[in-house]
């Protein structure tokens, strides 16, 4: 079944489930019905408000915890440590620093959404290319 086949209204709101073990729910408004544009590649994403958390978090408890532990005071702390190892000359434990640091680096970007690359990734999946999966 498509969403096409709901026939959903303008201003219409329906509940979607992602990961039914972990509860992801997102709230979804149709906005319009557009008539179809034969040179588009569908689905296309048009906007959203903030990127999707990591994969396998363990659901929107565990995401907000994990949110709250991981605030940009905590990297700021993470930062003056290394600063502070860079300046001893430890340079191979400033080095495993900096790599905890990068690993952790996407908890910074959570408020950035990337539309393109959202659209990408559609294109592939429209495509049939598995390579959507890892993109």
């Known amino acids: 079944m498509r969403l096409y086949d709901f026939h959903f209204r303008p201003n219409e709101r329906f509940l979607y489930e ?8 997102h709230g979804i408004r149709v906005e319009r019905r557009l008539a179809l ?18 994969e396998d978090c363990g659901g929107p408890w565990a ?5 709250e532990e991981h605030a940009p005071a905590y990297f700021l702390d993470r930062y003056a440590d290394l600063l502070d190892t860079i300046r001893t000359g430890d340079l191979d434990d400033a080095r495993d620093q900096l790599v905890e640091l990068e690993a952790l680096q996407a908890w910074l970007a959570l408020g950035h959404f990337d539309r393109r690359r959202v659209n990408r990734r559609l294109t592939l999946y429209a495509l049939g290319d598995e390579a959507w999966r890892w993109e």
């Open 18 to 25: 992602y990961d039914f073990g972990d509860l992801w729910q």
């Open 37 to 54: 544009d034969e040179t588009r590649t569908y689905p296309a994403c048009i906007g959203s408000q903030r990127a999707v958390p990591p």
């Open 63 to 67: 995401f907000m915890a994990l949110q």
